[in-house]
Every structure is written in C-alpha cells, then in structure tokens.
C-alpha cells in the first residue's frame, strides 16, 4: 500500500510539473502575441495619423487660415505706408516685439488682439478689401 502511495504522489508531481511547464509556455506565447499584437497595432496607428497629419499639412497650405491673412494684410499696411514696426504697435496698442512676432510667424495673435488689428485695419479702409 506504501508503495501504491509513493507511486500516485510521483505520477501527481509529474503531472503538476508538465501542467506547470505547459501553463508557463502558454503564458510565454500570449505575452509574445500580446507584444505582437502592441506593435502591429502601433504600427497601424502610427500610420493612420501619419496620413491625417499629410491631410491636414496639404489643407493648411491650400486655405490659409483667416489670421493668416489678416497679418498679411497688416504688413502689407505698414509697407504702403512706409511705417516702422515699432510705429505699427505704438498704433495698435501692443509692444514692438509683438508686432515683430505676429510678423515673422513665430506667434499668432490672440482673440482679442485680433479684434484689434482688424478693427485698426477697417479704420484705415484695409481690411476686407480683396
């Protein structure tokens, strides 16, 4: 009987082993798919928003935004008239570096100030002309 015993608890240790061996390697396949499937699906992401991001750069250059050309038209106002950048902002009512800024397209002027410069422009019978 001692024997019977010894025997079922060698034939539950292999058991448990190759149960325990065939878990792990189940486990070690669905983490390997599990990455594959992170990476296909970065993969497929990345390249969606890579062809919204070419949509959206080709859109911007064919309608240029409208304070796009309201600076356009404020610089084209300072050249008529022969003024300076510093003399454009004292007319405004903003500092001269950010008349400069709006200018070189390093910031965009904000909702107000946008009111102002278009409100500066239909002043002078600028604005809207086009």
């Known amino acids: 009987m001692e024997k019977i015993l010894k025997y079922e608890r060698s034939i539950d240790k292999s058991i448990f082993q190759k149960n325990h061996h065939a878990k792990k390697s189940l486990e070690d396949s669905c983490s390997v798919i599990g990455f594959v499937l992170k990476k296909i699906t970065f993969f497929i992401v990345k390249k969606y928003l890579c062809s919204k991001m070419q949509n ?39 500092v001269f570096s950010t008349v400069s800024r709006w200018l070189n397209d390093k910031t965009k002027p904000n909702k107000i100030q946008q009111y102002h410069i278009e409100k500066f422009l239909k002043e002078r019978g600028v604005y809207g002309k086009k």
């Open 56 to 94: 959206m750069q080709t859109f911007k250059k064919t309608f240029p935004r409208p304070i796009d050309n309201l600076i356009k038209e404020l610089e084209e106002y300072r050249l008529e008239n022969r003024i300076t950048q510093q003399q454009l902002a004292d007319e405004i009512g903003v």
